[in-house]
């Protein structure tokens, strides 16, 4: 999967480019309506939610697809190296005792989302999702010319509802670079451009130089369990 190998590549500066997702991280985390004692974090990377987490817990689970990032997340419970597109994987996560699960800037790169959410919803009815949107770049894309790899918010929440009782909100954020050639770097490099490469080297150019911004736009939808 082309998003797993460019986290994987990118792991080390990710680590420095990841402002938005403990942005939401936080927020996902400090908007939960209870807290799980059992803990699954799907797509954990290295560790923005379980860093929020600020009560008293039994276990902690960190599941990634990638093993190079989950070298960054903090030591827990355990950390679970498969992908949440992987039946095999989510049969297994079954197994666990677990009351509460968060996934936190990744559910958007699922393959099928409706398939994956209905195994989470056998796994624990108790969720915390924030999954990015098609509004996220959504300028480069216009300008480009480009479809969003990732799905809208109105599909997210629409598949989202048929397997959980569910609050959720619409967050937007913008992120500030003193220059458009960080700007586009910080896209290659967070890990959110999903290795999609599309324009090749005159466009990309061009995008640059047409780019009307100091910030690129991010849009998360978030989702919590009614408890």
Not at 95 to 115: G, K, P, T, Y
Not at 162 to 182: A, C, G, H, I, W
Not at 191 to 203: H, I
Request: glycine fraction near 4%; hydrophobic fraction near 35%; aromatic fraction near 14%.
């Amino acid at each position: 999967m082309k998003h797993i190998r460019e986290f994987s590549r990118f792991a080390e500066s990710y680590q420095r480019y990841k402002i938005i997702q403990s942005k939401v991280a936080s927020h996902l985390v400090k908007n939960v309506s209870s807290r799980g004692r059992y803990i699954l974090d799907l797509g954990a990377g290295s560790g923005e939610v379980f860093k929020n987490i600020d009560w008293n817990y039994e276990k902690f689970y960190a599941m990634d697809a990638s093993e190079r990032m989950l070298t960054f997340h903090p030591p827990c419970s355990e950390k679970i190296l498969c992908s949440f597109d992987d039946i095999g994987c989510l049969e297994r996560l079954k197994s666990l005792e677990i009351d509460q699960v968060f996934a936190s800037s990744s559910l958007q790169w699922s393959v099928d989302l409706d398939r994956t959410l209905s195994h989470i919803a056998q796994i624990s009815s108790n969720v915390a999702f924030a999954i990015f949107t098609s509004g996220t770049f959504r300028t480069i894309h216009r300008l480009a010319k480009i479809q969003s790899p990732i799905r809208d918010k109105s599909t997210i929440i629409e598949i989202v509802r048929k397997y959980f009782y569910v609050k959720y909100e619409v967050r937007e954020y913008k992120l500030f670079f003193s220059d458009k050639m960080q700007l586009f770097r910080y896209i290659k490099r967070s890990g959110v451009s999903q290795g999609t490469r599309r324009l090749g080297y005159k466009e990309m150019k061009d995008l640059i130089e047409r780019y009307p911004y100091s910030y690129i736009e991010f849009e998360v939808v978030f989702a919590w369990s009614k408890y």
